[in-house]
């Protein structure tokens, strides 16, 4: 159990990391220059990373999960009518826009081994509560008769997740951002009660 | 241009490359490896491959993309009715449900490094093709009637595409197969003319 004050020296570890890595990529950057850039002893760094690079990295996932929610906020969190879903919707395809190939949690999870069960809970916690986020937000707007009662939230909010997720796989790769945007849209639009139904565009 | 032996004999070292890549690893195989597997004296190789490992690795990796396209033959380029459609999504779930985490395209592309326009030449057209199927299936079942005539087929196939690679990509960090399989049934869903809406399950 750590110190108020171990906790916090902690955190500025782990973000001064954060931010050395996304300028310089994770092989980009030593433990030496993580502790010249946090002003940190070597012992100091261990105390908290027993294990060194390995650890801090995973400590690092863990906060570029943390943002990747983050950063789609106060929206995700309440999704509660139709234009805070399209406000959402324009944060994401924004954020995405700004990042294009370079997504910090992939660049670090593609070093880290996904098959390690520590990374692999990293990503499966952040999708399990941005699935929770949109669920509730598809029920929210059920609950308002801004969507159909009888649609099932958590197979929309599935929808809506991969439609985010398989967007950005294929902006990374293509640097076309038209794929999230269609992708995003055409999630959306299912949600609508008196919508269009999906992938339909009238002339 | 290469005789009709020449071409052969480099993709025998492609083809071979590739296993001993699917087996070990990128960074598990080195040159030496491939020319022992492959029967290849090291002028061969420099023959076929001027730049050595990178020059192979790109033709592994284009290799590789093909294989995406060909593991969903014959359905991909047949989508001329809906049980057709309903093959290729058997298919496709079989596919990663095998493959889980090991996509031998993901692995080699996070070596090759993304932002290389040869490496993204070889990405953007597959996921071309990849479109351009899902397209021509999707206005095949709107010529036979089985889908509604405004559908846009653009727009469909990018939701498909997307929910096929969000979910892989859900599936290779989670290790659970039931987003790909979730959002595939979403999307395809949205095709059927009279359907009920996506994302909508009647109890």
Do not use: N
Not at 97 to 112: F, V
Not at 148 to 168: F, K, M, N, P, Y
Not at 169 to 197: F, G, I, K, N, V
């Amino acid at each position: 159990m750590l110190t108020t004050r171990g906790a916090a020296t902690r955190q500025r570890i782990i973000t001064g990391a954060a931010a050395l890595i996304r300028d310089h990529g994770v092989t980009g950057v030593s433990l030496d220059d993580i502790r010249a850039a946090t002003s940190t002893s070597k012992s100091q760094l261990f105390h908290y990373f027993p294990q060194g690079k390995s650890d801090l990295l995973l400590a690092v996932a863990e906060h570029e999960a943390e943002q990747v929610l983050a950063d789609q906020q106060p929206m995700l969190g309440d999704l509660t009518s139709w234009q805070k879903w399209q406000d959402w919707r324009e944060r994401v395809i924004e954020k995405y826009d700004a990042q294009r190939a370079g997504c910090p949690l992939s660049a670090l999870t593609a070093q880290l081994d996904v098959a390690r069960p520590a990374t692999q809970g990293i990503i499966t916690r952040l999708y399990d509560r941005w699935h929770a986020h949109l669920s509730e937000g598809v029920q929210a707007l059920k609950d308002s008769g801004e969507a159909e009662a009888d649609l099932d939230s958590d197979a929309a909010a599935t929808a809506i997740l991969t439609a985010v997720t398989g967007g950005a796989t294929l902006l990374q790769a293509t640097d076309s951002l038209t794929y999230l945007e269609t992708s995003l849209d055409q999630a959306l639009s299912a949600l609508r009660r008196d919508a269009t139904p999906v992938a339909r565009v009238r002339g």
